[in-house]
Nanobody, 120 residues
Framework: QVQLVESGGGLVQAGGSLILSCAAS????????MAWFRQSPGKEREFVVS????????IYTNSGKGRFTISRDNAKNTVYLQMNSLKPEDTAVYYC?????????????WGQGTHDTVSS
């Protein structure tokens, strides 16, 4: 059974930083493309960043470029999202996803989400 378990969410002031973790079980992170999505109140879930399974190439949306960094620790089978210079509009539930080919329209697996609140 595959599980993606996010952690690291919480309350932070604007300008602060958070590190989210996505611990995987039942699959090997390095063999999957991994991504982070988020869903802000009243909005649809949106793609934030991904990392490919082979080259480790990263793709960022404009909202995260320059402030967010995705990384993968193969030994811990965990993917991270480092978020810096946080803004109130970054308040959202952040979800980890895994897909064998990087099809983010309908990924193979989702985590349950972790909630971040950025106060102004």
């Amino acid at each position: 059974q595959v599980q993606l378990v996010e952690s690291g969410g919480g309350l932070v002031q604007a300008g602060g930083s958070l590190i989210l973790s996505c611990a995987a079980s039942g699959l090997i992170c390095s063999m999957y493309a991994m991504a982070w999505f988020r869903q802000s109140p009243g909005k649809e879930r949106e793609f934030v960043v991904s990392i490919t399974r082979n080259s480790g190439r990263t793709i960022y949306t404009n909202s995260g470029k320059g402030r967010f960094t995705i990384s993968r620790d193969n030994a811990k089978n965990t993917v991270y999202l480092q978020m810096n210079s946080l803004k109130p509009e970054d308040t959202a539930v952040y979800y980890c996803a895994a897909d064998y080919v990087g099809n983010w329209g309908n990924p193979n697996y989702w985590g349950q989400g972790t909630h971040d609140t950025v106060s102004s």
